[in-house]
């Protein structure tokens, strides 16, 4: 009798999971459960501690942590110069070394590469190996030379590819041209929602990332100088150096407003929950924010949040779609509407956005189509 052969999936990504990255971590979840062996290449990045992910099996391969997490790679970080032109060329070489494992394993047996970035060395895979590209970045395309040459090569042989928002599908499509595509929004698996009795009473606002010169800060200073007493604004993320006193100066005069700073995923989830209000704050400056796709605002909708906007082309258009929150112009706009906002709005809203969540924005209903493809690649 002949035993079933398992399938092999290689995760190539350009950053370390956890925190930054949910939906590779979902989709190595997903084949798991279908019955692959996965393994994982990842960078290592001190910005970005690793740490055990819970239920997933896969083989991790953090490359450099050893080197680059001693004594002289933490100093190498800390100097400007040597970050640059010594550490990251050195953790780039690694994951290419780690890359080149996997082509020589893809000529010994059909393998599944999910890579999460461009790079001319996965030209080199075998022709039988199924290259799914997450194209989650939109990446600048190299002039000219070898690069480019052996990125079209690879571009041509991905098979699969997975875009999180509708614009950069047609992005995708110039570029992968002779991939199947697949618009799969940064959705959470599916969740029951934090509803205690009490969770509409008080509105708690929640601003999850990075704030700085792409999120509308001096917005979010006047949002803070205008907020109704009854309303607590908290910011779970980077702060840009030059926000950092401003910010401080409001938090300790307005006792309304909390930083909390980096927050590990545990603990900014245990946050949210506390919170009936997400704030989505991307600019318009750049393909990578005009055509955002946020993790948070999925995470809003699965945790029953209302969500209110800063201006973005992106959001807009979900928003017409699924009609899960509202769009402000500024800061002052923004604090005028949460000051109205009534517990039964709050509620009504919460509802309707976890129905969202329900049917359709959540990561199972998203990837199936995905999957099923994947499945009929590996028995062609």
């Known amino acids: 009798m002949t035993a079933k052969r398992v399938p092999h999936a290689y995760l190539i990504s350009n950053v370390t999971l956890g925190y930054g990255s949910p939906k590779y971590v979902y989709f190595l979840k997903a084949l798991e459960s279908r ?7 990842e960078p290592f990045e001190s910005i970005r501690p690793s740490y055990p992910i819970d239920g997933l099996k896969s083989e991790r391969r953090i490359v450099g942590r050893s080197i680059l997490d001693s004594w002289l790679g933490r100093k190498l970080q800390k100097s400007f110069k040597l970050n640059k032109y010594i550490f990251l060329p ?16 893809s000529y010994r047996k059909q393998i599944v590469v999910v890579t999460t970035y461009d790079n001319p060395l996965f030209a080199l895979f075998s022709r039988q190996t199924v290259i799914v590209q997450n194209f989650s970045e939109i990446w600048p395309k190299p002039v000219k030379g070898l690069a480019r040459r052996r990125l079209q090569s690879y571009w041509d042989n991905v098979e699969i590819c997975i875009s999180p928002q509708v614009d950069r599908v047609a992005i995708a499509k110039s570029r992968y041209r002779n991939a199947e595509h697949f618009l799969v929004h940064n959705t959470p698996p599916l969740g029951k929602p934090s ?39 908290h910011i779970a993320g980077i702060i840009e ?40 704050a991307w600019d318009n400056n750049s393909d990578n924010t005009k055509y955002a796709a946020p993790n948070k605002l999925y995470e809003h909708l699965q945790n029953g ?33 949460l000051n109205q906002v009534t517990p039964e709005k709050l509620k009504a809203q919460g509802e309707h956005n976890y129905a969202l969540h329900q049917s359709t924005l959540n990561f199972e209903h998203q990837i199936a189509p995905v999957i099923s493809y994947l499945a009929e690649k590996l028995t062609d």
């Not at 959001?315 to 402000?328: A, D, M, P, S, T």
């Open 35 to 41: 019955g692959y062996r996965t393994h994982t290449i």
């Open 305 to 337: 949040d209302l969500i209110v906007m800063f201006p973005n082309h992106a959001l807009r258009q979900l928003n017409k779609e699924f009609v899960f929150g509202k769009e402000v112009s500024t800061g002052l706009d923004m604090a005028a509407y």
């Open 90 to 105: 050195l953790r780039t070489l690694l994951l290419d070394v780690a890359t080149l494992h996997a082509v020589y394993v």
């Open 241 to 280: 150096e030059q926000w950092i006193e401003p910010l401080k100066a409001l938090e300790e005069k307005s006792h309304n407003v909390t930083l909390h700073g980096y927050l590990s995923a545990p603990a900014l989830a245990t946050l949210r929950h506390r919170c009936n209000v997400g704030i989505i």
């Open 195 to 233: 509803f205690q009795p009490s969770k509409y009473e008080r509105i708690e606002v929640l601003y999850q990332g990075r704030l700085g010169r792409e999120n509308y800060p001096l917005e979010f200073i006047a949002l803070i100088e205008n907020l109704a007493p009854h309303i607590h604004l």
